[in-house]
């Protein structure tokens, strides 16, 4: 069974353009869940995605969003890029029934110049 | 509000010796915990989990511990080896609005020296 599968692995930025990062869960999961990590804040919860349908979202600003396609996978995407938003991006998949054990992709690395 | 606190950034420990990770919650509603392994350039991957009605799990050399009245958890690994080095996310599951939430800590950074 093939893992969770985040593209691109590497993204370079400026500052006030937007970008669009790509998740294809684990065949058979429905949720998808959006990370942000960054050294000493841990994973930061962006939003999660069941069936199309956000059902919970973090506390980020209105410039980080999502969506989530019938095939189950997912984008998030960020409009106006700050600093700030340099980070790795993770996305995790879970059957979205249980979700206590999420399985992580290996992320996409944004440098925002 | 950080309801899930790694309070020790990193931790040094020999091979061959017990590492020690602790980890403190807030929310005496978390009815599952975690934790999860992450190695650099890579995704985290999940090591070993305890339910609220348990005080302790044990998987090989991965034992998690829970004191539910202090609100602490803490994962003991022994004997450690330098392959164990890595960042440890500890985590906890809220059943809210119809379905499970989970919630990270910072992590640790363990470092297993020969």
């Known amino acids: 069974k093939a893992g969770v599968t985040q593209t691109p692995r590497y993204l370079i930025k400026t500052r006030g353009q937007q970008v669009t990062l790509s998740c294809s869960p684990i065949s058979g999961h429905r949720s998808v869940s959006w990370y942000q990590q960054t050294p000493g804040q841990g994973l930061q919860f962006l939003f999660e995605y069941f069936s199309e349908t956000q059902r919970n979202k973090g506390n980020f600003p209105g410039r980080f969003s999502g969506r989530q396609f019938s095939n189950s996978r997912s984008e998030m995407n960020v409009s106006t890029l700050e600093l700030g938003d340099s980070a790795l991006y993770l996305c995790?998949?879970?059957?979205?029934?249980?979700?206590?054990?999420?399985?992580f992709g290996s992320g996409t690395q944004l440098s925002v110049l | 509000d950080q309801q899930v606190k790694q309070n020790s950034p990193s931790l040094s420990v020999q091979e061959g010796r017990i590492s020690i990770l602790n980890c403190d919650y807030t929310n005496s509603m978390f009815d599952y915990f975690l934790w999860y392994k992450k190695y650099p350039a890579e995704g985290p991957t999940f090591l070993i989990s305890?339910?609220?009605?348990?005080d302790k799990n044990e998987d090989g050399r991965f034992t998690v511990f829970l004191n539910k009245s202090a609100k602490h958890l803490s994962l003991h690994i022994v004997p450690s080896q330098p392959g164990d080095s890595a960042v440890y996310f500890c985590a906890a599951i809220i059943f809210s609005g119809g379905y499970n939430k989970l919630i990270f800590g910072a992590g640790t950074r363990l470092a297993v020296h020969p």
């Open positions: 305890i339910s609220s009605i348990k």
């Open positions: 995790a998949s879970s059957s979205g029934t249980g979700g206590e054990k999420l399985f």
